[in-house]
């Protein structure tokens, strides 16, 4: 099972490398406004592989989301907050891939690919405090990056 951040949610480096290195079987998008616009949904289930099983779900049931899939799922988020608001919820997540976070104002750019706001911050914290680790990388290939704690 393997969780990730990424506020573009479906796309090229999810289909091309993080599915192929996870191994997943299902593709769960957890994200409350996605999950009530069909149309979208659509539209992004065009570009995932026929043998992936797509779900879009609200955060409140993304645990029994995954305890209907097994362990061969790939979880996105589109924001810190839904990351938390999943820890909070009861759903383990180990790890905690920081795939991309664009940068904006009053944001910290804490890697080329991830900016953080304030808010973002504390949410991570949170999760850290519940034994959460970051895992900042864009795709698998990339070297595993240090610890940045320090920047939360």
Not at 38 to 49: D, E, G, K
Not at 96 to 116: E, I, R, T
Request: net charge positive.
């Amino acid at each position: 099972m393997w969780f990730r951040v990424d506020n573009r949610l479906v796309h090229g480096q999810v289909i091309e490398s993080w599915l192929p290195y996870t191994g997943a079987r299902h593709l769960i998008v957890a994200n409350d406004d996605l999950a009530a616009d069909i149309l979208r949904q659509q539209i992004i289930s065009l570009a995932v592989p026929q043998r992936i099983q797509m779900h879009f779900v609200r955060l409140a049931v993304l645990r029994e989301t995954l305890r209907k899939c097994g362990e061969h799922c790939l979880v996105l988020f589109a924001t810190c907050q839904d990351a938390r608001r999943a820890c909070e919820g009861g759903v383990p997540i180990p790890v905690l891939n920081m795939g991309n976070l664009h940068y904006g104002p009053d944001k910290l750019q804490v890697l080329p690919h991830v900016a953080l706001s304030e808010q973002d911050r504390e949410d991570l914290r949170n999760m850290r405090l519940k034994m959460v680790q970051f895992d900042f990388r864009c795709v698998p290939g990339e070297k595993l990056r240090g610890a940045y704690e320090h920047l939360l």
